[in-house]
């Protein structure tokens, strides 16, 4: 061997631990995706969650050489979806789905059918627009108007929420206030506009991108929405803040979380990617149109976020006397 070769030989053996990991990171980030990958949407077709995905995969698809397919599986408040994802074992597998679904499922199930230490969140997408509409049965104008009548009729209203969080906000809410109002649940998120259309139901609180069809059919009356700024496609209408009820202000979140084991350079390549891509003019105009406000963010942002909606909804829990599971953490 001669004496050249020896010392490329030991030059490499030497290298400082943290160069090699730094390579491995890089060569991780390139070669991911290997092949096609899948977003499991917790929410079904036509919703804006789901809207949103088939946007991103479409622009993803190009970008990573890789297909990107949409399935959706819609069920007991992304239960069915969070499950088929982490079944999945499969780092090309991400759940595409808005947290809201299963921020309250602590609270909400006698004990959760998944370990919530198998979501890794990988970046953060979007906002959703959530809309508070009521039935023009009603012959009301207002979010005021309508509490009013909540007050006035104690047990005559009814109401439906689209996720799990928006349940808890708003039987927070009416009893805080010592309102008396009956939550009818769905098994998915488009059913009760069409019983809202039918007075069947008083008011219902979901994205809005689902009941824009209704509200020019003039099936429902959008009165506010719960997001802290108002949202483009509806300029005129205010905010729960705005229309006196600040407690009820709620910011949705949609996000990507990966499995556990996901490497770090390939979550860092997908928060990159999708930043890259939502901030396309055209990506951007058609989130808006949809009711979706884009708001990327890497894997700590979207953490943060989400932790932040967990403890307010813990403040929100207290107050229904609620506490969280022993296998919620």
Same mark, same amino acid.
């Given at each position: 061997?001669?004496?050249?070769?020896?010392?490329?030989?030991?030059?490499? !053996?030497?290298?400082? *631990?943290? %160069?090699?990991?730094?390579?491995s990171?890089?060569?991780?980030?390139?070669?991911?995706?290997?092949? #096609?990958?899948?977003?499991?949407?917790?929410?079904?077709?036509?919703?804006?969650?789901?809207?949103? %995905?088939?946007?991103?995969?479409?622009r993803?698809?190009?970008?990573?050489?890789?297909?990107?397919?949409?399935?959706?599986?819609?069920?007991?408040d992304?239960?069915?979806?969070?499950?088929?994802?982490?079944?999945?074992?499969?780092?090309?597998?991400?759940?595409?789905?808005?947290?809201?679904?299963?921020?309250?499922? #602590?609270?909400?199930?006698?004990? !959760? @059918?998944?370990?919530?230490?198998?979501?890794?969140?990988?970046?953060?997408?979007?906002?959703?627009?959530?809309?508070?509409?009521?039935s023009?049965?009603?012959?009301?104008?207002?979010?005021?108007?309508?509490?009013?009548?909540?007050?006035?009729? #104690? +047990?005559?209203?009814?109401?439906?929420? +689209?996720?799990?969080?928006?349940?808890?906000?708003?039987? +927070?809410?009416?009893?805080?206030?010592?309102?008396?109002?009956?939550?009818?649940?769905?098994?998915?998120?488009?059913?009760?506009?069409?019983?809202?259309?039918?007075?069947?139901?008083? =008011?219902?609180?979901?994205g !809005?991108?689902?009941?824009?069809p209704?509200?020019?059919?003039?099936?429902?009356?959008?009165?506010?929405?719960?997001?802290?700024?108002?949202? *483009?496609?509806?300029?005129?209408? #205010?905010?729960?803040?705005?229309?006196?009820?600040?407690?009820?202000?709620?910011?949705?979140?949609?996000?990507?979380?990966?499995?556990?084991?996901?490497?770090?350079?390939?979550?860092k390549?997908?928060? %990159?990617?999708?930043?890259?891509?939502? =901030?396309?003019? =055209?990506?951007?105009?058609r989130?808006n149109?949809?009711? *979706?406000?884009?708001?990327?963010?890497?894997?700590?942002?979207?953490?943060?976020?989400?932790?932040?909606?967990?403890?307010?909804? =813990?403040?929100? %829990?207290?107050? !229904?006397?609620?506490? @969280?599971?022993?296998?919620?953490?």
């Open positions: 061997m001669t004496m050249q070769r020896r010392f490329f030989i030991t030059a490499a !053996l030497c290298l400082p *631990l943290h %160069a090699t990991a730094a390579s990171t890089v060569v991780a980030a390139q070669t991911w995706p290997t092949r #096609p990958v899948k977003f499991i949407v917790s929410l079904g077709p036509g919703s804006g969650t789901d809207v949103g %995905a088939r946007l991103l995969a479409n993803l698809t190009t970008r990573w050489g890789q297909p990107v397919v949409v399935e959706n599986r819609p069920g007991s992304a239960v069915v979806a969070i499950n088929a994802f982490i079944g999945a074992r499969d780092d090309h597998v991400l759940l595409y789905t808005p947290t809201s679904s299963f921020t309250a499922h #602590p609270y909400q199930l006698d004990k !959760l @059918p998944y370990d919530p230490r198998e979501l890794s969140p990988v970046a953060r997408v979007s906002n959703t627009i959530l809309g508070f509409v009521i023009p049965a009603l012959n009301i104008g207002s979010l005021a108007d309508f509490i009013a009548l909540t007050r006035r009729e #104690p +047990g005559k209203v009814n109401y439906s929420t +689209g996720t799990g969080m928006t349940d808890l906000i708003y039987d +927070g809410y009416f009893k805080s206030a010592g309102l008396t109002v009956t939550r009818v649940p769905y098994r998915d998120v488009v059913g009760p506009m069409t019983d809202l259309g039918e007075n069947r139901i008083q =008011a219902y609180i979901a !809005l991108s689902i009941m824009l209704h509200m020019q059919a003039g099936r429902a009356k959008l009165v506010a929405v719960t997001n802290s700024a108002r949202a *483009l496609i509806q300029p005129d209408v #205010p905010t729960v803040a705005e229309a006196g009820f600040p407690a009820l202000t709620f910011d949705g979140l949609i996000g990507i979380f990966g499995q556990r084991d996901m490497t770090a350079a390939a979550r390549r997908i928060a %990159a990617d999708i930043r890259e891509v939502i =901030a396309e003019p =055209a990506i951007a105009t989130f149109a949809m009711g *979706l406000v884009v708001s990327p963010g890497d894997g700590d942002e979207f953490a943060a976020a989400f932790e932040a909606q967990r403890a307010k909804l =813990a403040e929100i %829990a207290k107050v !229904l006397g609620l506490k @969280p599971h022993a296998n919620a953490e």
